[in-house]
């Protein structure tokens, strides 16, 4: 039953399995200096395992979305954890950097079955709480960011990255089998779903399922281009400013524990008000935190406002699940969510990489901050006119 007790179990069980499946997302990134020793390269084709484990992880979650709406969500994290463990096993054996490199596109794959299709899934399970209940699913992906980093950062200087790779492995293989045991337990003995008796769309908006998947693909780039500004550069901006990188990292780190309280606020935000309006207001404060930015630079505004900016735009990727389940049947949700979710992670990837390019144009991280709030203003014209159209249908109706 929907909202049911067994329901909570399975999404406490969903957030154990997204933390630990997260780990594909953050270990390349602590790796990176012990790897570029190892193989005396540079930085930049060391961060190339970072771009690939992020490739992965948007392709993946659109194959095995569409592997969830067909065999279930167990079947599918079940294979996809085998993926990621031999990925981790194999990146333990690398002997060249290409290879090393190589890897972490199945790594992030495997990832990414953690992610979207666990959130479309854990849709499935709520009707009244579904906005909290996709939230929560989604903040696995921030849990394992603040538990993952200080934990391989340890296994790498206790045994060397090639044995901390191997033993994340099995690690991950073993403890995320477990836990779908256990959800296969919770769901019951098919772990395919049927979609047969699952409720109509809550809203039309009079697009196809194509459409509105595109247009939500477009705000998803639009705003995770916005939201790559910080994110990626935030470390690098306070070395330039003379506060120490160290300073930076702290101030990322906030950000992400401030996202995590966005995400599971918005959730209860959603189910009140629905997921179109929860996004709308996610991006204009989104906006306003990338405005600041652009005003205030002393060592305390910063920290204050990267607490805001995790604030704000920690509910705005949910969001787009929440959308697909109001809108879209559910026996293509998981689908469609690994669709959008490809388009945030292209927006984040581009973000990033053209932020990194005005800078070096510009000298300044300003016309970087300005190019995000020029996306971010895209993401908010596109919302404001599925809203505007939401309205229209609810008043011919």
Not at 84 to 107: D, E
Not at 192 to 197: E, I, L
Not at 375 to 386: R, Y
């Amino acid at each position: 039953m929907p909202d049911s007790r067994q329901a909570w179990i399975r999404l406490g069980l969903a957030l154990i399995i997204g933390a630990v499946g997260s780990v594909g997302m953050w270990s390349v990134v602590v790796a990176i200096p012990a790897v570029q020793a190892e193989f005396a390269a540079s930085r930049g084709a060391a961060s190339l395992a970072f771009t690939l484990a992020m490739a992965g992880f948007g392709l993946g979650g659109v194959v095995i979305g569409r592997f969830t709406d067909r065999f279930g969500i167990v079947a599918a994290i079940s294979l996809a954890a085998v993926v990621m463990g031999a990925g981790y096993l194999a990146a333990s054996q690398a002997v060249a950097m290409w290879q090393y490199i190589l890897v972490h596109f199945f790594i992030g794959a495997g990832s990414s079955a953690t992610f979207g299709p666990l959130m479309a899934e854990a849709s499935h399970w709520f009707e009244k709480r579904r906005g909290i209940a996709v939230s929560i699913a989604a903040t696995g992906n921030y849990l394992g960011g603040v538990i993952w980093p200080p934990l391989v950062s340890w296994g790498i200087s206790a045994f060397g990255w090639q044995t901390a790779h191997a033993l994340i492995g099995v690690t991950t293989i073993s403890a995320m089998l477990v836990m779908l045991t256990l959800l296969r337990l919770q769901i019951g003995a098919g772990s395919r779903r049927s979609h047969v008796d699952a409720p109509p769309p809550k809203i039309d908006l009079r697009m196809s399922s194509n459409m509105l998947t595109t247009v939500l693909c477009v705000a998803g780039i639009a705003c995770c281009v916005a939201m790559a500004m910080p994110q990626v550069h935030i470390v690098a901006y306070c070395g330039d400013l003379g506060y120490g990188v160290a300073r930076g990292a702290e101030m990322l780190s906030l950000m992400l524990a401030f996202g995590i309280v966005s995400r599971v606020g918005s959730g209860f935000l959603a189910d009140r008000i629905g997921g179109i309006r929860t996004l709308l207001l996610g991006a204009i404060a989104q906006g306003t935190a990338l405005l600041f930015y652009l005003f205030f630079d002393s060592l305390i505004s910063l920290y204050v406002i990267s607490a805001m900016f995790g604030l704000f735009q920690g509910g705005i990727v949910p969001s787009y699940a929440i959308i697909v389940r109001e809108a879209m049947p559910a026996s293509e949700a998981a689908t469609r969510v690994g669709t959008v979710i490809f388009g945030t992670i292209v927006g984040m990837s581009l973000g990033g990489w053209i932020s990194g390019v005005i800078f070096d144009a510009t000298g300044s991280y300003a016309a970087a901050f300005i190019n995000g709030l020029g996306w971010n203003a895209l993401n908010i014209t596109i919302v404001t006119a599925l809203l505007l159209r939401a309205r229209q249908r609810l008043a011919l109706a």
